[in-house]
């Protein structure tokens, strides 16, 4: 059986042929050590045919559809041109050797060609690869290593730049930052509060927080200058009005030592690092919440923000996350402890970073290894949703979220919790209704906008005359509305005098049998005034007019 052998070269696509081969007699190792040597390699395998690409676009095009398995069109080409011919209900009498099997068995789904790949055929395959020059004439020296960079920068640069948003590489540096910042404000906060405390040692007890302790240091510097004027602007920062004036009355009496203007200012300067390195950290924290919801928004309503980014940081990407089974999840973080159980063969840890989670604080102590797997599964699934979904929505986490916490219940009061697939169902439901809102809001300001475009059109074709027009159309919008408002209150009106008479006649016939109930007693009531009311207007009109007839004769 004829052997070709199908090589993907930066520059193009080349098909080999091989002489003389029996695969079965040939011992791999022997093929191995005759490979490097183009005398012999030159007399078994021969160029068939060279098709080179028509630009690096297409290049890079071929590369990507070859890498995912996928067979093209120009490729499909090359192999129907240049290989014999089989006939219908006949077996072909030659194969051809592919070094990705993916792309060998696309290809002999679809153009019905025989493939292989196996140890053999890459051995040969290498022999191509390291030989390619010679074989190819047209090539220059220099030139397939040019299209090698080439294509591999462009290959690189097209696998890198797949999503700019869902980068999580961004999530990993922002926590580790995190964790690295709030280790060295707190070491620069107590290295401020030892630094300070030998001129004020009585403002520790009073400021507990660090960052307000920086900034009353640096607002006070001097206690001495310290009164009762300061007062004011010390509530301003502190918050509280009791406590400055307990800041000012322990300035009086304080008994640390005097500090140079120097030290102060030094004092002072360091202060000011410190807050603006905690400034830094709350932005920092936001960035954070904002990323954590564009790149896994069910996992960040389900466990948080930064217990999620933890998550993936420790993984290493979202993917690996995903791709994670849910005992790995749940001991992630606690690898010391998993290995030291192991060798010593005592228990295995039952949680690792999603301790940090609320739902395990909030678990009882004999239920916290339940709370921890199951919320672990729940964490997988969240992250599989987020990694493979192309739409992003939080309708998934939230259900989860819910999940965990009607198990939750379940453990404390013994409520049963819902079936994880009515709950799932109902989450695609409402994720299914998002995206069709989303749709009509689309396109509701789509329209909204072709109609501005039309009228702007209009206004401009019929001059100034129609611009000035519009006021008055917009008034008239208006009076109609009023007028159809004032129809709608009306209507009410009768509605609500209707409902009152048939009141009033049911407690009627409830009082002909002896029953008579408060609501229709208060309806009477309102309704007797409201005559009574009626009525003395009326007597009141008539004795006005008597008086003026009395006093006209």
């Not at 040969?124 to 397939?144: E, I, P, Q």
């Not at 040019?146 to 540096?173: C, E, P, T």
Request: proline fraction near 2%; include cysteine; hydrophobic fraction near 35%.
């Amino acid at each position: 059986m004829a052997l070709f052998l199908l090589y993907e070269s930066a520059s193009g696509y080349a098909l080999f042929e091989a002489h003389g081969l029996d695969e079965i007699g040939q011992n791999t190792e022997a093929v191995r050590n005759s490979v490097s040597d183009l005398n012999r390699f030159g007399k078994v395998v021969k160029l068939r045919s060279f098709n080179p690409f028509t630009s690096a676009l297409d290049a890079l095009k071929q590369c990507n559809a070859v890498s995912e398995g996928i067979l093209t069109d120009e490729l499909r080409t090359v192999l129907e041109t240049n290989l014999p011919k089989v006939k219908e209900g006949k077996k072909a009498k030659f194969s051809v050797g592919v070094s990705d099997p993916k792309i060998g068995s696309q290809i002999s789904e679809v153009s019905k060609i025989p493939c292989q790949s196996n140890e053999f055929v890459s051995e040969l395959l290498r022999g191509v690869r390291l030989h390619f020059n010679t074989f190819v004439g047209d090539l220059k020296s220099g030139d397939l290593e040019k299209a090698q960079l080439g294509l591999g920068h462009s290959y690189s640069r097209a696998k890198v730049k797949f999503n700019v948003n869902r980068v999580d590489n961004m999530v990993i540096q922002a926590i580790f930052l995190l964790d690295t910042l709030d280790k060295d404000v707190n070491s620069f906060s107590m290295r401020v509060r030892e630094w300070y405390s030998w001129h004020f040692p009585e403002l520790v007890k009073i400021v507990n927080d660090n960052y307000l302790y920086a900034k009353v240091s640096k607002y006070i510097q001097d206690k001495a200058k310290l009164t009762e004027d300061n007062i004011p602007a010390l509530t301003d920062i502190v918050g509280d009005e009791d406590k400055a004036k307990e800041i000012v009355e322990a300035a009086k009496a304080s008994m640390g030592q005097d500090l140079s203007p120097v030290d102060l200012i030094n004092v002072q300067q360091f202060a000011q690092r410190v807050m603006d390195l905690s400034e830094y950290r709350k932005n920092l924290y936001d960035y954070l919440v904002a990323k954590m919801n564009d790149i896994a928004p069910n996992l960040a309503s389900l466990i948080g923000e930064v217990v999620g980014a933890r998550l993936i940081s420790h993984a290493g990407s979202l993917t690996n996350l995903a791709k994670c089974p849910s005992s790995t999840l749940q001991i992630l973080g606690a690898e010391k402890a998993l290995f030291r159980a192991l060798k010593t063969r005592g228990n295995t840890p039952k949680y690792g970073l999603i301790f940090h989670s609320s739902f395990i604080g909030r678990a009882s102590a004999k239920n916290k290894g339940r709370m921890a797997r199951y919320l672990a599964n729940k964490c997988s699934i969240a992250s599989r949703i987020d990694c493979f979904s192309e739409k992003g929505t939080t309708v998934f986490g939230e259900k989860l979220r819910e999940q965990v916490e009607e198990r939750l219940d379940f453990y404390d009061k013994g409520v049963a919790p819902r079936k994880n697939l009515d709950v799932m169902q109902s989450a695609i439901e409402s994720a299914e209704n998002q995206d069709t809102e989303m749709e009509t809001e689309g396109a509701v300001e789509v329209s909204d906008k072709k109609a501005k475009k039309k009228k702007q059109k209009s206004a401009a074709d019929e001059g100034s005359d129609m611009i000035v027009d519009k006021p008055t159309k917009v008034t008239n919008g208006d009076a109609a509305e009023d007028h159809k408002s004032e129809k709608k209150k009306k209507k009410k009106e009768k509605r609500k005098l209707d409902q009152e008479t048939e009141h009033e006649d049911q407690a009627e016939d409830d009082g002909a049998n002896g029953v008579v109930s408060e609501q229709d007693g208060t309806a009477k009531k309102k309704k007797n005034k409201k005559v009574n009311n009626v009525v003395e207007a009326g007597e009141e009109s008539k004795k006005k007019k008597k008086k003026s007839k009395k006093e006209s004769e």
